[in-house]
């Protein structure tokens, strides 16, 4: 039997079905009804975790697993009318344990934590139960390190993996906030946290929560303040990292939320000498704290996520700047080759429609080419413009807000306005002006949309009209090839003073 039990011990490599099988094994051996392991906190304090055989929930609350013998050292104990440590008469409220068995269980040379027996039917425990017990907790102490190896490494698998994925997400294009966020729920679901919380910096020198991945509500976590000047502040912007026991009751902490959790871990999110953030991983009151390796591998997985959001920001400037650079050539190649010939060539019309101006349908023709080049020239130029505005931001100018509502008219048309400005639009056109023109704008576009057999839309914008009354204003005309209900081509206009 006691080679049999060696054996299955160890065939498992999962931490917590080891140690059931190492409590049921033990009592199997020895005949025993009650069995008991309680595995050590590592302040050795109290029990961290209990193992039971042959005991009801209501028996393994009661019991309590401190003797107070020496626990480094196997014993045979037998006191009459007395329990094991300092437990009821009885786990099973029955008549009193008058023996019991505890080994304890070595991983190296650390005790992992002890091994109970109790109960036996047959008398007390014998010297051949306790050297039984003996064997089999060395044997589950070398079991037990290796399943503890094997999880360590199947937790830092998880760890490198993880840092690996939100590495390619960063790198795959996201944007600031979605970064952040990528980083704070990784963090959450490798650490078996209840939430995940990234802080940057603020301007006054604390530190505010900007990205809060929480199981519950996250109400009430987004914008809270580390002050300036308290303890935890003062690591975290030295680049140390910050483990904490309790956040409820740990001085350091001062925020409103702690009272929401206990164990935390706070690893600042530096690279090359660069705080970006800081990383918390905290978890609910009461849930059992973070270990050495824990602390180790979150530690590691934010200097990656740092490293990446560098990497990721530096690629989104790159990238930025290739646009740019390319919007710049784009726009010299238009300005240096195209409007130039196109200028020379309306010069050249023009100086010959002038020459043949006795002949009155070659003049006709040669005037509605000079338009022609006229408008194309105006069209270029307003394609110029467009390549100044930042790609995928908001319109800075107003020539770009009247070309974005164009743009956006020409998914619904088909076919995308014709636009034209005349005069420094940019400079001229107030905001007030602006938002009364962009909705008048709108509003053609709208009917011009509804209006059948419309192929063709004239958007023209002229800030150097003169107003009836002699002020200087700003006109808009849309006018589009539809044919309204006299039959004529239709045309918007609407005016304003600047």
Request: charged share 25%; no cysteine; aromatic share 4%.
């Amino acid at each position: 039997m006691l080679l049999e039990a060696v054996l299955n011990v160890g065939s498992d490599l999962e931490l917590g079905s080891t140690l059931q099988q190492i409590v049921d094994t033990g009592a199997a051996l020895t005949g025993a009804r009650h069995g008991a392991l309680g595995v050590l906190a590592p302040d050795r304090d109290r029990i961290e975790s209990l193992y039971t055989a042959g005991m009801t929930e209501a028996e393994r609350r009661h019991l309590d697993l401190f003797p107070d013998e020496p626990a480094g050292r196997p014993a045979t104990l037998t006191r009459p009318g007395r329990p094991p440590g300092r437990a009821p008469d009885s786990p099973s409220g029955g008549p009193p344990v008058r023996s019991f068995l505890r080994a304890p269980i070595r991983v190296h040379t650390e005790v992992f934590g002890h091994l109970y027996l109790a109960g036996k039917p047959s008398g007390p425990f014998t010297d051949t139960d306790l050297a039984l017990l003996r064997v089999l907790a060395a044997q589950a102490g070398i079991a037990i390190g290796n399943a503890r190896l094997y999880e360590t490494a199947r937790q830092r698998e998880r760890w490198i993996a993880g840092a690996a994925a939100v590495t390619t997400a960063l790198l795959t294009g996201t944007d600031a906030a979605d970064a952040l966020m990528t980083v704070a729920e990784r963090a959450r679901a490798l650490a078996g946290a209840s939430a995940g919380v990234i802080l940057q910096p603020t301007e006054e020198g604390g530190m505010e929560i900007v990205t809060a991945s929480t199981l519950d509500d996250p109400a009430g976590i987004v914008g809270t303040v580390i002050e300036p000047g308290s303890a935890v502040l003062v690591q975290l912007l030295g680049g140390e990292p910050v483990f904490i026991d309790d956040s409820a009751t740990d001085p350091r902490m001062t925020t409103d939320v702690r009272s929401r959790f206990g164990p935390s871990m706070m690893l600042p999110l530096q690279s090359g000498g660069r705080l970006i953030g800081t990383l918390a991983l905290p978890r609910r009151r009461g849930e059992r704290p973070y270990t050495d390796v824990d602390r180790l591998l979150a530690t590691q997985f934010a200097s990656q996520a740092a490293l990446a959001l560098v990497l990721a920001d530096a690629q989104a400037d790159r990238e930025q700047l290739a646009v740019y650079e390319d919007r710049d050539r784009i726009a010299r190649d238009l300005h240096d080759l195209v409007v130039q010939r196109l200028f020379a060539t309306e010069m050249m019309l023009e100086s010959t429609r002038r020459r043949a101006a006795s002949e009155a349908e070659a003049g006709e023709l040669l005037g509605r080419a000079v338009d022609e080049l006229d408008s194309t020239i105006q069209e270029v130029r307003t394609a110029i413009f467009a390549l100044q505005q930042p790609p995928a931001e908001a319109p800075s100018t107003f020539r770009g807000r009247v070309l974005r509502e164009t743009g956006g008219a020409a998914a619904l048309l088909g076919f995308p306005p014709s636009v034209q400005f005349t005069g420094a639009v940019d400079a001229l056109v107030g905001a007030e002006t602006g938002k009364e023109l962009l909705a008048a704008l709108r509003g053609a576009l709208a009917v011009a949309h509804r209006r059948p057999g419309v192929s063709a839309i004239e958007v023209e914008v002229d800030a150097t009209v003169r107003l009836p009354d002699g002020r200087t204003g700003v006109r808009l005309v849309v006018s589009d090839d539809g044919r309204g209900e006299d039959g004529r081509p239709t045309t918007v206009t609407w005016q304003a003073p600047l």
